[in-house]
């Protein structure tokens, strides 16, 4: 034992380096959820930003209500604020309602509703933000009212009446009218969708947003390396996904971004499998599509390695195709290009490097997803894909090829920021070529982690 102590000791510098992590902030305990602080003056200027695109009108967001454990029986749902709400608060408060009023001939207004607090129900659900001094203080807003029945309703119909511009609301089309929203339209107000103009703004991460996907990501590598470390043939998969999660919440994510693909053999083809119950055999391939969230931003980052250390002849052939497709496309990121453009990349590669690599047919024919999406909040983000390009936009870069005659899927997904004359991977931490995989799988520490579980 104690040997195996020391050899873990020699050998530890040959592995990759891990990333150093993330800073760590101040504890607000006035705040709910983690008590995390909020950049207070990332927000207002999100906040001013909006309102200048508007002009002139009345913007309401709303939190979203806290689900209910004893009625709605979900599992494990803690409370995650709205995303359009969060983006402009940084807060995680149910049941909490930001208005705004953009006037293009007066100061713009901030009123941020919050509900009373009620210490019994605290008792039962946490603690909350309620109206006052600590609530300005706390999220720099400068009115605070207290949420009480009726008070957005009517406040926000004086407000309409009072201003030159409409009501915007983040309603969205397919779910159900908001009450409040079909409340003000009986009352003769119509709400017009703020959705457009605040997802033009998402797509574009500022500092607080990239510091906190760059930390999303950091624990998501660190998963695919545990991962690797740990995978082995007679495992189950969902074996694979716990020791993920593990790291994930090891590592202070707030929960999955979306629930983790690990598929081995057959499964690799399937490209949203979540199930995770199959047993991994010699000679398979596993696949992990995995992301933690952090401070509500998630990562999303895939890839794909052997159940036994070593990649086949033919697995390694296919991979390298894969490979060498998201390494022509990372060159290709620049300002100006489109996702749609990257995608003929990553297709053209494929092809023409295709040769007798899938028998028939061109190996293309295989890549049966599209190449990469928007990233930030939701794991498949907000935004336009014709637009072109511009430093502070993230997005997944996931070519993929998937032979289901030969139980053969392999994906290999990084997420990357766009900078002034290229991208940044963000996510390098996590071991990518056929040899850094291999010697990862196979290095000392990887023996020791698998020969104890
Ligand atoms: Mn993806």
Redesign the pocket.
């Known amino acids: 034992m104690r040997y195996a102590f020391m050899l873990l000791l020699v050998f530890a510098p040959i592995e990759a380096q891990t990333p150093p992590p993330p800073p760590q902030y101040e504890v607000v305990p006035e705040l709910p959820g983690a008590g995390r602080p909020i950049a207070i003056e990332t927000h207002r200027a999100r906040r001013a930003s909006l309102c200048e695109h508007i002009g002139d009108g009345v913007i309401v967001i709303g939190s979203g209500a806290q689900f209910d454990l004893e009625q709605l029986v979900l599992q494990d749902r803690d409370f995650r604020p709205d995303d359009y709400f969060f983006y402009f608060t940084g807060l995680e408060s149910p049941n909490t309602w930001l208005v705004l009023v953009a006037s293009s001939t007066s100061p713009d207004q901030e009123i941020l509703f919050l509900p009373p607090r009620d210490p019994r129900a605290e008792q039962w659900t946490g603690k909350k933000l309620g109206p006052g001094p600590d609530a300005v203080r706390l999220t720099g807003i400068r009115k605070v009212r207290a949420m009480l029945p009726d008070s957005v309703g009517a406040a926000v119909e004086n407000l309409v009446k009072q201003s030159r511009g409409p009501l915007f609301t983040t309603q969205r089309h397919e779910t159900q009218v908001h009450p409040l929203v079909a409340r003000w339209s009986r009352n003769g107000i119509d709400a017009v969708s703020i959705i457009p103009t605040i997802d033009s703004m998402r797509v574009v991460k500022d500092e607080t947003e990239l510091a906190a996907l760059r930390r999303a990501i950091h624990i998501t590598t660190e998963a695919h390396k545990a991962a690797m470390r740990i995978v082995r043939p007679g495992m189950h998969e969902y074996q694979v996904e716990a020791t993920i999660e593990y790291t994930f919440r090891n590592l202070g994510a707030d929960r999955v971004g979306f629930p983790s693909i690990v598929g081995s053999g057959p499964n690799t083809t399937v490209l949203h499998y979540d199930v995770n119950r199959r047993q991994i055999e010699d000679g398979d391939l596993v696949l992990a ?1 995995i992301g933690a969230e952090w401070g509500q931003y998630t990562a ?1 980052v ?1 890839r794909t390695f052997p159940a036994n250390g070593r990649f086949t002849d033919r697995q390694k052939e296919i991979y390298n195709l894969v490979l060498g497709a998201q390494l022509a496309v990372i060159d290709a990121i620049k300002p100006g290009v489109t996702i749609r453009d990257l995608d003929v990349v990553a297709r053209r590669f494929m092809s023409s490097h295709s040769g007798d690599l899938c028998g028939q047919q061109n190996c293309v024919s295989y890549f049966i997803h599209g190449l ?2 928007w990233l930030g909040m939701r ?2 983000d907000v935004g336009d894909y014709s637009m072109p390009l511009e430093p502070g936009m993230v997005f ?1 870069l ?1 070519p993929g090829i998937y032979i289901p005659g030969e139980d053969l899927g392999i994906r290999i ?1 990084d997420d990357v920021l766009v900078t002034e004359n290229g991208c940044e991977v963000l996510s390098v931490g996590a071991p990518k070529t056929v040899e850094e995989v291999e010697s990862l799988m196979n290095s000392i520490s990887s023996r020791f982690t698998r020969s104890n579980s």
């Open positions: 599509d999303d895939t990469g999406h794991v498949h997944t996931e997904e």
